[in-house]
C-alpha cells in the first residue's frame, strides 16, 4: 500500500517562480526522501531527511519536516525549465525498505 | 558515487517468451537490491527485495513464479519475466542502497521499458 502521497498531483509554473510539493504519510518513519524522475528514467536522489531533523537544504531545495502532522514539503526556488519532472518522496518502512508516493508531475514554462 | 547500471533499457518481446532484466551495482556491493514496476503516471510498486545468496522477498499479490529474481553475486541482480503477457508491459526499475551511506538515500537503475506485443 502506498505510504507517501504527494500534493498536488500536478503543478505548473513559470521559470523563476518557486514550486513547493507537500508528501504526507501514514506511519512512523526513519527518513524521508525526496526523488526526481525525468519522463521514462530512472529515480534521482535528491535529499534525505531524518526523521530528528526538521528542515534540510540543498542548493535550491528546501525540505522541511513535521513529524506530528507526518508531512515533509519539498520545496525549489528559483525554478527552471530543467526541472521539470515528477518529484516522489520515499518514506524507509521496517528493514529500510523504501515506500513511494504517487508523485507530483511539475512542469516549469520556460 | 554509487552507480546502478541497468540493462537493458528497453525491450520488446512477444507473448510466451521470457525476458531478463539486469541490475548491477557498479562501484558498490549490495547484499539487498529492489525492483519496482511502474505504470503510466502511477508510483512505484514494490515488488520484491533481491537478497544476495538467498530467496528474493515478494510483495503481496506479485507472483514469484512469474517474477524470477537471482542474486548470485553481490553486485548483480536479475529479474525474469516468465511467459510475458501484454498485461506484463511496464517500466521496471530496480534499485540498491549503499551501505552506510546514512544520507544518500537509495540508487536506481534508468530502468527497463518492456513492451510484450
Known amino acids: 500500500s502506498q505510504q507517501g502521497e504527494e500534493d498536488p498531483q500536478a503543478l505548473s509554473i513559470q521559470e523563476g517562480e518557486n514550486a513547493t510539493m507537500n508528501c504526507s504519510y501514514k506511519t512512523s518513519i526513519n527518513n524521508l526522501q525526496w526523488y526526481r524522475q525525468n519522463s521514462g528514467r530512472g529515480l534521482v536522489h535528491l535529499i534525505l531527511i531524518r526523521s530528528n531533523e526538521r528542515e534540510k537544504h540543498s542548493g535550491r531545495l528546501r525540505v522541511t519536516l513535521d513529524t506530528s502532522k507526518k508531512s515533509s514539503s519539498l520545496l525549489i526556488t528559483a525554478s527552471r525549465a530543467a526541472d521539470t519532472a515528477s518529484y516522489f518522496c520515499?518514506?524507509?518502512?521496517?528493514?529500510?525498505?523504501?515506500?513511494f508516493g504517487r508523485g507530483t508531475s511539475l512542469i516549469v514554462h520556460p | 558515487g554509487a552507480v546502478v547500471s541497468q540493462h537493458p533499457s528497453r525491450v520488446i518481446c512477444k507473448s510466451g517468451t521470457s525476458v531478463k532484466i539486469e541490475c548491477r551495482s557498479l562501484d558498490f556491493q549490495a547484499t539487498t537490491m529492489f525492483w519496482y514496476r511502474q505504470f503510466p503516471k502511477k508510483s512505484l510498486m514494490l515488488m520484491a527485495t533481491?537478497?544476495?545468496?538467498?530467496?528474493?522477498?515478494?510483495e503481496q499479490g506479485v507472483e514469484k513464479d512469474k517474477f524470477l529474481i537471482n542474486h548470485a553475486s553481490l553486485t548483480l541482480s536479475t529479474l525474469t519475466v516468465t511467459s510475458a503477457h501484454p498485461e506484463d508491459s511496464s517500466f521496471y526499475i530496480c534499485s540498491a542502497r549503499l551501505s552506510g551511506q546514512g544520507d544518500y538515500g537509495y540508487t536506481f537503475g534508468s530502468g527497463t521499458r518492456l513492451t510484450v506485443v
Open positions: 520515499a518514506t524507509d518502512r521496517e528493514s529500510y525498505i523504501p515506500t
Open positions: 533481491s537478497n544476495e545468496g538467498s530467496k528474493a522477498t515478494y
